[in-house]
Structures are given as C-alpha cells and as structure tokens.
C-alpha cells in the first residue's frame, strides 16, 4: 500500500470512529431527556406514554393518601384546570404538601396513573418551580378565555 492510501484510509477510519462516537453520545442524550407536561397537557394526550416525563402543578387540597405500607402515597397533582392522580413509592421531601408546588418524574399508565419514581417539591415559601408556575398561569388563562 502506497504511503497516499494508507494516510487516506487512516482519515476514513478517524472519520468513521468520530462518525460513530457522535451517534453514540446524541443517542445517550436522547435517551435521558425528560420532558415537562402540566396536567392539562397529559389529559390532553400530549404527553408520552412510552417514556418518562415530568408533571408538575400543585398537590390537590384534600388529595394525599398513604398507604399501609408507609411508604406508599397517592395524590392529584392539578394546574387549577386538570388534575391527574400520582402513586409514589418511597420517602417524600419534607416540605411535600397539600397546596404546594411539586414536579414528579415518572410514567402514566394505561388507566391515567401517573407512577412517579421521583417527586420534587419546593424549597421555600415562595418558590414553585418555573415549568410548574407557567402550566398553572396558562391553565388559569384558559380557564379565564372559557369563562369569558
């Protein structure tokens, strides 16, 4: 092989393996992003049913039930317009609340359960997180079109 070829032959392969380790990394980063979906949304049949998402809203007055294993809690999650029910297995935050501002990571089921594997609630008085408090500002503004 003439020193042309193999220089041109090492470029492919250095191509080829850049090629595929770009391919590799878009297909990790794929695969773990999580997106965010307010109530509305998912009983509006935008979220995925076949991959994990995040909803968030406020936990339900009234809403919280926990289970005799202690571990277990079941809650509704709501954007004041649509609400959609939550099972959690697991240790709840602390600041976990009726009222409150919480964002769950997880599954909805064919029946409309939302399988949370993970909830995040808010850190102080006067914090919700920013995808939570735009999906309860949109769906108060739809529900403000509807009234009208």
Do not use: C, W
């Not at 380790?21 to 049949?45: D, I, M, R, Y």
Request: aromatic share 6%.
């Amino acid at each position: 092989m003439k020193p042309r070829h193999r220089k041109l032959a090492l470029i492919a392969a250095v191509v080829a393996a850049l090629g595929l380790a770009v391919v590799l990394v878009l297909n990790a980063f794929n695969s773990n992003l999580v997106f965010f979906f307010s109530p509305t949304q998912v009983a509006n049949g935008e979220a995925p049913t076949a991959r994990a998402f995040r909803i968030g809203g406020l936990v339900e007055e009234g809403s919280i039930k926990r289970e005799k294993d202690g571990l277990t809690t079941r809650f509704v999650v709501t954007d004041t317009a649509r609400t959609i029910p939550v099972i959690y297995t697991g240790i709840l935050p602390d600041l976990f609340k009726e009222g409150k501002g919480v964002v769950a990571e997880g599954r909805l089921g064919s029946d409309g359960l939302f399988a949370a594997s993970q909830v995040l609630a808010k850190h102080d008085e006067n914090y919700m997180p920013p995808e939570a408090a735009h999906a309860i500002e949109q769906a108060q503004k739809a529900q403000q079109t509807v009234v009208e």
